[in-house]
């Protein structure tokens, strides 16, 4: 019997995952945000933690990075290691998060992705259902989201119903695009968001399956 290829799957081989890790600062709203986009993307090359460390800006980073760097030693994960490790962020307004500036300086030196919103993580919800245009604190922004009734958030309760929002991120990508063009001073422009840069990242992934 004469010399063949060798045997092995190489046409139709399913390609190998992308792995991402999301460290959030909100312990609801933006879980509850990623878990449901987590289920979108269920079963295609796109693995992403939700990290278990919740708090001010640089101790969420520094999680993030000790998260980063086990991962390559933990069985648990088969000795792999992430190709994207982002963190969510709020500035918070009036008054920004004071490690702010050193979290976004030790992000960088990482090699950690930063997914930043000023004021906070609910302006990206609520761009889902309406343009935002002018300053707004925090609280503005919270009590604005839970006026509109949409998405079943509260403030006293942060809760969110994903499957409202699911097909309208589209217009709330545009808009956030929108609020960075009009942007001179990048991220210190209130209001701004990127999140919409690390949801388009996760979709793309889905994509390339």
Not at 63 to 86: G, L, M, N, P, Q
Request: charge should be positive; charged fraction near 30%; hydrophobic fraction near 35%.
């Amino acid at each position: 019997m004469g010399r063949g290829k060798p045997l092995g799957r190489t046409k139709g081989a399913r390609p190998e995952q992308r792995r991402f890790l999301i460290y959030s600062e909100g312990e609801c709203t933006e879980d509850q945000y990623f878990r449901g986009l987590r289920g979108d993307l269920r079963a295609l090359p796109v693995n992403i933690q939700i990290g278990g460390v919740h708090g001010e800006p640089k101790s969420l980073v520094r999680a993030a990075i000790a998260h980063k760097e086990r991962a390559v030693a933990s069985v648990a994960v088969r000795f792999t290691a992430y190709d994207e490790v982002w963190c969510v962020v709020d500035v918070e307004a009036p008054r920004a998060h004071a490690s702010l500036d050193e979290a976004l300086s030790l992000a960088s030196r990482s090699g950690v992705q930063v997914a930043l919103t000023n004021p906070c993580f609910e302006l990206w919800v609520l761009l889902h259902f309406a343009p935002v245009t002018g300053y707004c604190t925090s609280g503005a922004v919270q009590k604005a989201l839970e006026g509109l009734g949409s998405c079943g958030y509260t403030t006293s309760r942060k809760h969110l119903d994903y499957e409202r929002l699911r097909d309208r991120h589209e217009q709330a990508r545009e808009r956030a695009v929108e609020l960075r063009r009009r942007g001179t001073n990048g991220r210190s422009v209130n209001p701004w968001t990127e999140v919409d840069r690390l949801v388009d990242l996760l979709k793309a992934a889905r994509a390339k399956r």
